[in-house]
């Protein structure tokens, strides 16, 4: 019996990536529906304890939208032998666990700022390899201005470390 074209049957539509959309989708509307009931959302001059996790509801289910549609309507991967398996994720998931235990163990000597510079630098420098230019200038700006709109606009203090920063 012939195996009929992936393009036909659709079996190499990515299952795993719908499922996982859907799982965060589903976090999403829980934080959404939490934020909602528990938390008072205040104002836009003066955001309550519940404005930030709303918004990141939103967001995450926003994207979880987003990475649902793009399996769906997204070009079909080919098979592969190690399609089960790739050592490059695995890779990237350790990267990933240690640069969250990195952050958390310098935030308070290091400071805001200065950790997230570091931590960008090193994840989309060194493990995702792009280029020196566009890697400082994101992480440049993503710590500072992250740092801003936490202090600033949210009012949350954030630490400064020894440094200052």
């Known amino acids: 019996m012939a195996q009929e074209p992936a393009e036909q049957t659709g079996a190499s539509r990515p299952i795993g ?5 859907g799982l965060l989708a589903a976090v999403g509307v829980f ?16 955001p309550g304890p519940g404005a930030a996790p709303l918004l990141l509801a939103l967001l995450l289910i926003a994207a ?3 990475a649902a549609v793009v399996a769906l309507v997204g070009p079909v991967d080919e098979p592969t032998d190690e399609a089960g398996f ?4 695995l890779w990237h998931a350790l990267v990933v666990v ?12 290091l400071g805001y700022r ?23 200038l994101i992480s440049v700006a993503l710590a500072f201005g992250t740092y801003w709109l936490f202090v600033r606009v949210v009012r949350i203090p954030l630490p400064t470390g020894v440094l200052g920063f």
């Open 17 to 21: 990536d719908l499922i996982g959309a």
């Open 31 to 46: 934080f959404l529906w939490r934020s909602l009931v528990e938390t008072p959302l205040g104002s836009s001059q003066n």
């Open 64 to 66: 979880s939208v987003w």
């Open 86 to 89: 790739e050592r490059r994720g």
């Open 98 to 109: 240690a640069a969250g235990a990195f952050a958390a163990t310098a935030i308070g000597y």
């Open 114 to 136: 200065l950790t997230v510079l570091l931590l960008l630098v090193g994840l989309i420098g060194l493990v995702e390899r792009k280029p020196i230019l566009p890697t400082l």
